[in-house]
């Protein structure tokens, strides 16, 4: 199983979306905020990292930012209401691929699935 660490904040949208990515074969852990997704990216080892943008505490673009300077280099894609072209290039570069919300359980999948991750 694909690995994946789902960092969101908004807790009925977790639980939803980690239940499509797991349906689909998807081994999922959940953080609530970007503390929580640097402490379980060092333990889970994640294989793909999908983050909200704007989280309390940490931003899930400041928590990407600091697993790249630890070394940390598995694909992530940002989910965010705020639109992309918004987002300064310095954060635009913290991110592989940009998903808007609200986005459909098709469109989640479809993202996972362009990295080509194996087991």
Known sequence: MIRVLYVEDESLLAISVEEVMESEGYRV???????????????????????????PRLDGLSMVRKLREAGVTVPVIVTTAVP??????????????YLGKPFTDAEIIDALRRFNVTV
């Open 29 to 55: 852990q959940l953080a609530h905020d970007g503390d929580e997704g640097l402490e379980l990216a060092s333990s889970f080892n994640p294989q793909i990292i999908v983050t909200d943008y704007m989280m």
């Open 84 to 97: 992309e072209e918004s987002l300064s290039p310095e954060l635009q570069e913290q991110y592989d691929i």
